[in-house]
Structure formats: structure tokens, C-alpha cells
């Protein structure tokens, strides 16, 4: 596994809800970053945020690791739970709250700050600790 | 520009209840997909997404798709 696709993968363990997508929590650059945010903000989950758009690589080795072609891409307690559409139908059925109380337990509606995030930095085995 | 696409879909889900392929824009390249199947019976949504995206592979991976938008039912 290529060193970005692993730290690609603890950041999404680390992140109870966290979202792919192009831009920021702020400011997206595409309708289906924007949708799924929304979606996420419609049901109160804070989520991470992490921008594609500054490396290319991220998107490779993310559709690689999560087999799943485009962006955004949400995932709850680590498992992928869709793209803009599925997030958005989950969210008006009521299942996007019945699943992250499933994955998440209820903590998640305690709320918390929405914000964008950098992926998880590896430790690099060579640096030397004086 | 829906045809090739409609016939992608129609190769890949032959028991398809229903299909349909809208062109969202004008521009022939953001298209919204509606497929209703038993092949998805028992799947989640991600696995049924992933089986249409499967199934139009090509036109996603050069490019006359741009944004694809999907809805998928299983038949009950």
C-alpha cells in the first residue's frame, strides 16, 4: 500500500464523519462537494473536511482505497457511506441518522465544529530526535 | 446523447424495470441516471452505485461523462 493511500486510510478511521470533496468546508468548488456538506449539516453532523484539488495523488489512491470512482465521498466510523446522492437520500429518509447512531453511538449530536482537516502526517522513521 | 449511454445501462441490468437517462443540462455531459432492478435487491445503495458506475466505466473514464448523478431501487 502506497504511503499516501495509508495515510489516507487513518485519517478516515480517525474521523468519526469526514467528507472528501473539492474545497473546503467553507468553500466548495463542485454542486456535489456542496450537496453532501449540506446533507451532512441538515441531519447536525459536524464532520472533516479534506480537499482534493491540491494533489491529484489523494483522489487516485482514495478511489483505489475506497473503490469509488468520484467526489465527494462521505464515510461514518470508517465505512463508506456514499457520494452526494446516496448521502442526500439518506438524509431524507432518516437512515443517515439511524446509521450514524449506529456507527458513531449518539455522540455525534453533541455536535461539534465542522472543519477541514490535512491527512493524517506519517512519522517519518529516519528523522532523528536529538 | 442519452442513447449510448441508455444502452450501456441496458447491456448491464437486462431486467431493468426501469431506466432512464437525462441529459441535466443541455451540455451532453452531466447526466442523471435512474435505474430500478432486482439485480439490487439486497444491496446497499454504495454496492448498487458501484455497479452502475461499473457499468459506464468508459464514458466516466474518458470523459463524456463529467458529473453523474444516480438513483437505484431495487424491485420489491
Given at each position: 500500500?502506497?504511503?499516501?493511500?495509508?495515510?489516507?486510510?487513518?485519517?478516515?478511521?480517525?474521523?468519526?464523519?469526514?467528507?472528501?470533496?473539492?474545497?473546503?468546508?467553507?468553500?466548495?468548488y463542485?454542486?456535489?462537494?456542496?450537496?453532501?456538506?449540506?446533507?451532512?449539516?441538515?441531519?447536525?453532523?459536524?464532520f472533516?473536511?479534506?480537499?482534493?484539488?491540491?494533489?491529484p495523488?489523494i483522489?487516485?489512491?482514495?478511489?483505489?482505497l475506497?473503490?469509488?470512482p468520484?467526489?465527494?465521498q462521505?464515510?461514518?466510523?470508517?465505512?463508506?457511506?456514499?457520494?452526494?446522492?446516496?448521502?442526500?437520500?439518506?438524509?431524507?429518509?432518516?437512515?443517515?441518522?439511524?446509521?450514524?447512531?449506529?456507527?458513531?453511538?449518539?455522540?455525534?449530536?453533541?455536535?461539534?465544529?465542522?472543519?477541514?482537516?490535512?491527512?493524517s502526517?506519517r512519522?517519518?522513521?529516519?528523522?532523528?530526535?536529538? | 446523447?442519452t442513447?449510448?449511454?441508455?444502452?450501456?445501462?441496458?447491456q448491464a441490468?437486462?431486467?431493468a424495470?426501469e431506466?432512464?437517462?437525462?441529459?441535466?443540462t443541455?451540455?451532453?455531459?452531466?447526466?442523471?441516471?435512474?435505474?430500478v432492478?432486482?439485480?439490487?435487491?439486497?444491496?446497499?445503495?454504495?454496492?448498487?452505485?458501484?455497479?452502475?458506475y461499473?457499468?459506464?466505466?468508459?464514458?466516466?473514464?474518458?470523459?463524456?461523462?463529467?458529473?453523474?448523478?444516480?438513483?437505484?431501487?431495487?424491485?420489491t
Amino acid at each position: 500500500m502506497s504511503e499516501l493511500r495509508e495515510r489516507i486510510r487513518e485519517t478516515i478511521e480517525r474521523e468519526p464523519v469526514i467528507a472528501f470533496i473539492k474545497g473546503t468546508h467553507q468553500q466548495a468548488y463542485c454542486g456535489n462537494s456542496e450537496r453532501a456538506m449540506q446533507a451532512l449539516r441538515g441531519v447536525g453532523a459536524p464532520f472533516a473536511a479534506v480537499d482534493v484539488l491540491p494533489d491529484p495523488a489523494i483522489r487516485q489512491e482514495l478511489s483505489a482505497l475506497s473503490n469509488w470512482p468520484t467526489i465527494p465521498q462521505v464515510f461514518v466510523g470508517g465505512e463508506l457511506i456514499g457520494g452526494a446522492d446516496i448521502v442526500q437520500e439518506l438524509a431524507a429518509s432518516g437512515e443517515l441518522e439511524a446509521k450514524l447512531d449506529e456507527k458513531l453511538g449518539d455522540e455525534w449530536r453533541n455536535g461539534g465544529e465542522e472543519r477541514t482537516v490535512a491527512l493524517s502526517e506519517r512519522e517519518n522513521p529516519l528523522r532523528i530526535v536529538p | 446523447m442519452t442513447g449510448p449511454i441508455e444502452n450501456l445501462l441496458r447491456q448491464a441490468f437486462p431486467d431493468a424495470r426501469e431506466l432512464a437517462v437525462l441529459d441535466r443540462t443541455g451540455g451532453g455531459d452531466h447526466f442523471q441516471v435512474t435505474v430500478v432492478s432486482p439485480r439490487f435487491n439486497g444491496l446497499s445503495l454504495v454496492e448498487q452505485h458501484r455497479l452502475v458506475y461499473a457499468a459506464l466505466e468508459g464514458p466516466m473514464a474518458d470523459g463524456t461523462i463529467h458529473e453523474l448523478r444516480i438513483t437505484t431501487r431495487g424491485e420489491t
